[in-house]
């Protein structure tokens, strides 16, 4: 007996399951969120339910079963109203994020495939802490720039051309993240950089980040949650001949 009770007390303790998150918690979630920076997101939301229920019973009034178009209208209205805080939580997500260090890097983590961003900038003026971002994709290299126009856009110009030096003949895109003119709004970059046109293949994006990687990035926390020339990369270039 003696035995039994020492092997059960050495016995390893079974890991306490983990509650999976449901999904009406991720929406509670969301819509808390939103609220913080959307104080009227939730009027918005009723006045959209009940808004399509409204059309419904109307349809029903005027062309059938009344009850029916009702009942029918609810899912509709149901799907509507998420849609409505989707789009607001979304708004909401990029203004607590908009003019943080690190927030282009953050709205790029939306871009599911075909892209590869470094996680810390490649470039970075101390006094002022404008960040140059990367990415590699078909298009060829993309340059995200955070900071005034004024400023920023030398920052933008020494990397290319640094980037250039090691990889002559791969086209490089310049964007600039911000709300002065000429600059693209945060909520928009992620469309932005999708939007580029493939012209590199699957094995040339290799090799270029397998170059890039040589230029390094500049270690630092970021915060967490125009069609170019088409012109084919120097293959010499980066086998490093």
Same mark, same amino acid.
């Given at each position: @007996? ?5 092997a ?15 999904? /009406? ?7 808390? @969120?939103? #609220? +913080?920076?959307d ?5 918005? %939301?009723l ?5 399509v229920?409204?059309?419904?019973l109307?349809i029903? !009034?005027?062309w059938?079963?009344?009850? /029916? @178009? ?8 149901? !799907?509507?109203?998420m ?7 979304? *708004?909401?997500? /990029? =203004?607590? %994020? ?9 709205? !790029?983590g ?5 892209w590869?961003f ?8 101390? *006094? ?7 990415g $590699?994709g #078909?298009?060829? %290299? ?12 030398k920052l933008l110009?020494?990397? &290319?051309k640094?980037?250039? #030096? ?7 895109t310049?964007?600039?993240?911000? #709300?002065? +003119?000429?600059?693209?709004?945060l909520?928009q970059? =992620? &469309?932005?950089v ?5 012209? !590199?293949?699957?094995? +040339? ?5 397998? &170059? ?5 990035? $500049?270690?630092m926390p ?7 020339? *088409? ?6 270039? @980066? &086998?490093?001949r």
């Amino acid at each position: @007996m003696a035995r039994d009770k020492s092997a059960s007390a050495s016995a390893p303790a079974k890991p306490a399951k983990v509650k999976k998150t449901r999904w /009406y918690h991720q929406v509670w979630q969301a819509y808390q @969120m939103t #609220r +913080e920076q959307d104080a009227a997101v939730t009027w918005l %939301i009723l006045a959209v339910f009940f808004g399509v229920v409204a059309v419904g019973l109307l349809i029903g !009034l005027l062309w059938g079963p009344w009850l /029916y @178009m009702l009942l029918l209208s609810l899912p509709f209205a149901a !799907l509507a109203a998420m849609f409505t805080l989707t789009r607001r939580a979304e *708004r909401a997500a /990029y =203004a607590r %994020i908009e003019g943080q260090p690190g927030a282009a890097i953050s709205a !790029l983590g939306t871009i599911r495939r075909g892209w590869t961003f470094t996680q810390e900038p490649v470039a970075v003026a101390p *006094r002022t802490q404008d960040m140059v971002f990367r990415g $590699v994709g #078909r298009p060829g %290299i993309v340059l995200i720039g955070e900071g005034p126009a004024h400023r920023v856009d030398k920052l933008l110009e020494s990397e &290319r051309k640094r980037t250039a #030096r090691v990889l002559q003949g791969v086209p490089i895109t310049v964007i600039e993240v911000g #709300r002065e +003119e000429g600059q693209v709004p945060l909520p928009q970059l =992620a &469309r932005k950089v999708q939007r580029l046109k493939p012209q !590199l293949t699957k094995q +040339e994006v290799g090799e270029v980040v397998k &170059r890039l990687q040589a230029l390094g990035a $500049v270690k630092m926390p970021v915060p967490k949650g125009i069609d170019p020339l *088409r012109v084919r990369p120097d293959r010499k270039g @980066m &086998r490093g001949r």
